[in-house]
Nanobody, 128 residues
Framework: QVQLVESGGGLVQAGGSLGLSCSYSGRSFTNLAMAWFRQAPGKDRDFVAAISTSGTYTTYSDSVKGRFNISRDNTKNTVSLQMSSLRPEDTAVYYC?????????????????????WGQGTQVTVSS
């Protein structure tokens, strides 16, 4: 059974930094692209970043490019999101995502429908 558990959310002032981590269990982690999405109240779930199986390739939304960094540790089955220069508009619940069963995913997949397994989410709040 696939399980994703996010951690590291919290409250931070604008301009600050915060790191998120996602622990994965279930399928072979090294064969899976992984992603982060976020969802603000009353809004759709939006793509944030994704990373290829080896970590060589990464994709970011325009709104976070240059401020956020996605990475993975295949020895620990974890994927991380380091966020800096945070803005109030970054406030959201952040979700870790893995590909659907039977697929390995792509780091270029930006739609939530292309990802099949989700964590419970972790709240990030940026105060102005």
């Amino acid at each position: 059974q696939v399980q994703l558990v996010e951690s590291g959310g919290g409250l931070v002032q604008a301009g600050g930094s915060l790191g998120l981590s996602c622990s994965y269990s279930g399928r072979s982690f090294t064969n899976l692209a992984m992603a982060w999405f976020r969802q603000a109240p009353g809004k759709d779930r939006d793509f944030v970043a994704a990373i290829s199986t080896s970590g060589t390739y990464t994709t970011y939304s325009d709104s976070v490019k240059g401020r956020f960094n996605i990475s993975r540790d295949n020895t620990k089955n974890t994927v991380s999101l380091q966020m800096s220069s945070l803005r109030p508009e970054d406030t959201a619940v952040y979700y870790c995502a893995a590909p659907p069963a039977g697929r390995t995913g792509r780091s270029t997949n930006r739609s939530p429908s292309q990802w099949g397994s989700w964590g419970q989410g972790t709240q990030v709040t940026v105060s102005s």
